[in-house]
Structure formats: structure tokens, C-alpha cells
């Protein structure tokens, strides 16, 4: 249905076709920004997503801003705020708590003895497996050179 004589549908079709082209390509191009954003949380860094100003958090002086998108870095303005969302590689921070940053340390209660070094382990380990060793070979001596086989039947 066109309103003009000269006006065929083909026209039609093709502005509507290339309406939903370009919403297509924009929507592909917001997807690849937002797994790009994402991205950057899974390798366990803030991307300064959220922030709350001085208002909310009283701790906070006039002008500062808090990230409350997991890191809880002030920083002195909105527009350091707004940089470091637009580019938060640039000066990463690691997400408290997260599996790519979290090192894991041994917890001593009072009276436990403190944790070892890796290296302190592999010593006792070797120190264990010598004694071991020097006593099968004190109790083989002391038993005899051959020892009868367990499972042995009449003949």
C-alpha cells in the first residue's frame, strides 16, 4: 500500500529492511561492549559499575565518590570516577575476594603450631621416608635373609 503512484513497496520493504539492519548492527555492537564490561569482572577486576557520593556515605567528603561495585575505591570526584569507568584496565583494581587474586593461607589459632613452608614439608617427608627405609631394613635382618612365602600350599 503505498500513498504516492510512483511509490512502489520494494521502496517500502527496503527502508524497513534497513531499519532493522541497523538495529541489528547496534544491537551487536552492545553486545560486544558488554561482554568486553563483563569480561573485565571475570579476570577479577572492578569496573567501577556503581558509585555513591558523599551524600549516602557520610565517611566521605564533599566532591568524593565510593565505587560500590565491589572494590569501595574513593575516588576525589565524579570525573575520576567516570574515567576509571570508562577504562578500568587502565589502573585495575582487584576484586576483594575474588578466585583470580585470592591467595589462600593456612589459619593458626592460639596454641596451633604456625604453618609450614612448602619446603619444610618436602624435608619432613624425606626425613620420614629414610627412617622408614632404615627400619624394613633392621627388621628384615633381624627375621632372617629369606622370609617363607605367605600363601604357600602342600605340595
Known amino acids: 500500500m503505498s500513498f504516492y503512484d510512483d511509490e ?5 520493504l ?3 529492511y534497513t531499519q532493522r539492519r541497523d538495529a541489528d548492527l547496534e544491537m551487536a555492537a552492545m553486545n560486544a561492549a558488554a561482554d568486553e564490561w563483563h569480561a573485565i569482572r571475570d579476570r577479577g577486576f572492578c569496573n567501577h559499575g556503581s558509585a555513591q557520593g558523599a551524600i549516602g556515605d557520610k565517611t566521605l567528603k564533599r566532591g568524593e565518590v565510593r565505587c560500590t561495585s565491589g572494590c569501595n575505591t574513593v575516588f576525589a570526584s565524579d570525573a575520576e570516577w567516570m574515567d576509571a569507568c570508562a577504562d578500568p584496565l587502565l589502573n585495575p583494581i582487584p576484586l576483594p575476594g575474588h578466585p583470580a587474586h585470592v591467595t589462600l593461607t593456612p589459619v593458626v589459632h592460639e596454641g596451633d603450631t604456625p604453618a609450614e613452608t612448602p619446603e619444610q614439608v618436602k624435608a619432613k617427608k624425606k626425613a620420614k621416608g629414610k ?8 627388621k628384615s635382618k633381624s627375621k632372617g635373609k629369606h622370609r617363607k612365602p605367605k600363601n604357600t600350599h602342600p605340595a
Do not use: M, V
Not at 627412617?131 to 633392621?138: A, G, I, L, P, Q
Open 8 to 12: 512502489s513497496s520494494s521502496d517500502e
Open 14 to 16: 527496503e527502508a524497513i
Open 131 to 138: 627412617t622408614k627405609k632404615n627400619d624394613k631394613d633392621k
